[in-house]
């Protein structure tokens, strides 16, 4: 990198930075989901780690006080430790299928965006039939045919969600391969394969940026509504949606169950969907305009 180009990418940094200062309500996002990494990567050297497995029937649904900050679960386990510890599961969901989603959406939007024609036709037609369904109702179908576990969760959630990034993609790649640096690569003789992940690629990574922040919001709460009505991890692993599903049953009798594992699932997602709004202003020439 040249010292122009140095100065002029710290430039746009302090640009984004200014940008993103000025509301108020994207820098409340960064602070949640900078908590919400905080309390994935070190919420086992703040809470006990075996919690999940700390059964105290004599301690159950004690309501919130100074030994219990949320109260405890119909074991008796520290619904504040769980939540902590949760983080952690919640976090990886999201990131995983957002990670193999666009892994996939880029080899497959790419390829029937730059070659077009019969390719295009024929992925573009098996897309549609993904986008076609609702991706709750469908999410909820391949999770109930896999069964109930961590990673069939995960698996389902990828089946629906890497149609979107391939619409994308594909249509990122349409816009670009006919400007005159893929024409100038061409004539130098490079590969398709280098024009369009070493050319191409690049130049769609802040649409994708934007699309996978704001994602990560909807896969936690889909992940969570999957667990809840009982097609996630067990409910011995400590998943928000998990929690909240056990704690269903007694919602008059102990509402704290319910209630802090569903408003840290609200408070994840509001982050994500304010970050993900807060890119979208920085990285969008009109909007910066």
Same mark, same amino acid.
């Given at each position: *990198?040249?010292?122009?180009?140095?100065?002029?990418?710290?430039?746009?940094?302090?640009?984004?930075? %200014?940008?993103?200062?000025?509301?108020?309500?994207?820098?409340? /996002?960064?602070?949640?989901?900078?908590?919400?990494?905080?309390?994935?990567?070190?919420? &086992?050297?703040?809470?006990?780690?075996?919690?999940?497995?700390?059964?105290?029937?004599?301690?159950?649904?004690?309501?919130?006080?100074?030994?219990?900050?949320?109260?405890?679960?119909?074991?008796?386990?520290?619904?504040?430790?769980?939540?902590?510890?949760?983080?952690?599961?919640?976090?990886?969901?999201?990131?995983?299928?957002?990670?193999?989603?666009?892994?996939? /959406?880029?080899?497959?939007?790419?390829?029937?965006?730059?070659? /077009?024609?019969?390719?295009?036709?024929?992925? *573009?037609?098996?897309?549609?039939?993904?986008?076609?369904?609702?991706?709750?109702?469908?999410?909820?179908?391949?999770?109930?045919?896999?069964?109930?576990?961590?990673?069939?969760?995960?698996?389902?959630?990828?089946?629906?969600?890497?149609?979107?990034?391939?619409?994308?993609?594909?249509?990122?790649?349409?816009? &670009?391969?006919?400007?005159?640096?893929?024409?100038? #690569?061409?004539?130098?003789?490079?590969?398709?394969? $280098?024009?369009?992940?070493?050319?191409?690629?690049?130049?769609?990574?802040?649409?994708?940026?934007?699309?996978?922040?704001?994602?990560?919001?909807?896969?936690?709460?889909?992940?969570?509504?999957?667990?809840?009505? /009982?097609?996630?991890?067990?409910?011995?692993?400590?998943?928000?949606?998990?929690? #909240?599903?056990?704690?269903?049953?007694?919602?008059?009798?102990?509402?704290?169950?319910?209630?802090?594992?569903?408003? %840290?699932?609200?408070?994840? %997602?509001?982050?994500?969907?304010?970050?993900?709004?807060?890119?979208?202003?920085?990285?969008?020439?009109?909007? $910066? $305009?």
């Amino acid at each position: *990198m040249s010292k122009n180009q140095s100065k002029m990418f710290w430039l746009d940094i302090k640009f984004a930075f %200014s940008l993103i200062k000025k509301n108020k309500l994207v820098v409340l /996002g960064f602070i949640i989901v900078l908590i919400f990494i905080f309390l994935a990567i070190f919420g &086992e050297f703040l809470v006990d780690p075996k919690t999940p497995s700390k059964i105290d029937f004599k301690n159950k649904l004690l309501p919130p006080s100074r030994d219990h900050i949320f109260g405890t679960d119909d074991n008796g386990r520290d619904i504040f430790s769980l939540i902590i510890l949760g983080a952690k599961y919640d976090l990886f969901i999201a990131v995983s299928v957002i990670s193999f989603s666009i892994l996939i /959406g880029i080899i497959i939007g790419s390829i029937s965006g730059y070659f /077009g024609g019969i390719v295009d036709e024929i992925i *573009m037609r098996i897309t549609d039939i993904f986008l076609a369904f609702p991706g709750l109702v469908l999410a909820m179908a391949i999770a109930s045919v896999l069964g109930r576990s961590f990673t069939n969760l995960m698996l389902a959630l990828i089946i629906v969600w890497w149609s979107s990034y391939a619409r994308v993609i594909r249509g990122q790649f349409i816009s &670009e391969r006919e400007k005159p640096y893929v024409s100038a #690569a061409k004539l130098l003789g490079l590969s398709n394969f $280098r024009i369009m992940f070493r050319h191409i690629l690049p130049n769609t990574i802040y649409p994708l940026l934007i699309l996978a922040t704001m994602d990560m919001g909807g896969v936690i709460l889909t992940a969570a509504g999957l667990s809840f009505i /009982g097609l996630g991890p067990s409910p011995f692993e400590p998943e928000w949606g998990s929690l #909240a599903s056990s704690g269903s049953i007694y919602l008059f009798q102990a509402p704290w169950i319910m209630f802090f594992p569903g408003i %840290s699932i609200l408070l994840a %997602s509001l982050g994500f969907n304010l970050v993900g709004d807060g890119l979208r202003d920085v990285l969008d020439p009109r909007l $910066r $305009r």
